[in-house]
């Protein structure tokens, strides 16, 4: 029973990775701290589905999760943590334009949504998707969604500095963990993708300067990504990808 587990599946990106896996997984996890405001899926098949309220910041409720999924039938293939923030709507988290709009607390609510999570997940269920990976005789997919301004060689402009040493933070953390999954959970792949600009509520405030070309939907930004994911091989462990498949430096 081929399984995927989405994170942050009431966000933009999310939402659309469970939408996707709809139509190539037969059991698809959408975990969401906002279940009574996840977005209908049309046509979606029964059973497939399964809703979970979840905070993925929160051990004990992964540990559940984990605990719940032991011993049944679902052989889990693909995890991928869509979880993010740049800005909410109190204004009290909004990305840096200069060091004297740095407010520590932002900072570490930031850190936890962008770059905490990932650890966790992979903490409490990476070992599912290594024993479901050998049932299923293929390798296991661990994507986290990242950004490229996340990435330190390619910081020409600055600013950001939250978002950014957020992303950098789990780079490092996607790097790390592919160096152990070699060793420990050998069918397992674990990469960082950045999936271009995309039209959700994060990116909203900064579209004004995007020209349409370079403004996904999210149904390309999620079928681009799932191209680059499905074509990926333990060689790809540890590696940072864009939409379009083309590495992105650390
Ligand atoms: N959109 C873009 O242009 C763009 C560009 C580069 C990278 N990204 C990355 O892509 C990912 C998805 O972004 P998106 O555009 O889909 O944003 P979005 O629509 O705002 O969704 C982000 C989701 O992250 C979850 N989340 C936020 N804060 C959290 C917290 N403190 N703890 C746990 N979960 C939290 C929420 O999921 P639930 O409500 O389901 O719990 C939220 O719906 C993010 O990592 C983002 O940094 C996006």
Not at 39 to 49: F, H, N
Not at 194 to 203: K, M, Q, V
Request: hydrophobic letters at 40%.
């Amino acid at each position: 029973m081929k399984t995927a587990i989405i994170f942050g599946a009431n966000g933009g990106i999310g939402h659309q990775f469970v939408e996707y896996c709809l139509a190539q997984y037969d059991h698809v996890f959408a975990c969401t701290r906002q279940i009574q405001s996840f977005k209908t899926i049309e046509g979606q098949s029964k059973g497939k589905l399964h809703m979970m309220k979840l905070d993925p910041g929160s051990e004990k409720e992964l540990q559940l999760f984990s605990e719940f999924l032991s011993g049944r039938e679902f052989e889990v293939q693909l995890i991928i943590n869509a979880c993010g923030v740049l800005h909410n709507d109190s204004k009290d988290i909004s990305p840096e334009k200069k060091i004297e709009d740095f407010n520590p607390n932002s900072f570490k609510e930031v850190i936890s949504a962008n770059a905490l999570i990932t650890p966790l997940i992979a903490k409490h269920l990476l070992h599912h998707l290594e024993a479901g990976a050998k049932a299923q005789k293929s390798t296991g997919l661990f994507a986290s969604l990242s950004a490229r301004v996340g990435s330190i060689g390619d910081n020409y402009l600055g600013g950001w500095y939250s978002y950014r040493a957020s992303k950098a933070a789990l780079n490092q953390l996607i790097k790390t963990l592919s160096i152990e999954a070699s060793r420990r959970f050998k069918h397992c792949v674990v990469v960082a993708i950045h999936p271009g600009t995309t039209d959700t509520s994060l990116s909203k405030p900064f579209q004004a300067n995007v020209p349409e070309e370079k403004l996904f939907s999210t149904e390309y930004a999620v079928s681009k990504m799932m191209n680059v994911l499905e074509n990926t091989t333990l060689e790809d462990s540890g590696k940072f990808f864009a939409w379009d498949g083309k590495e992105i430096e650390w």
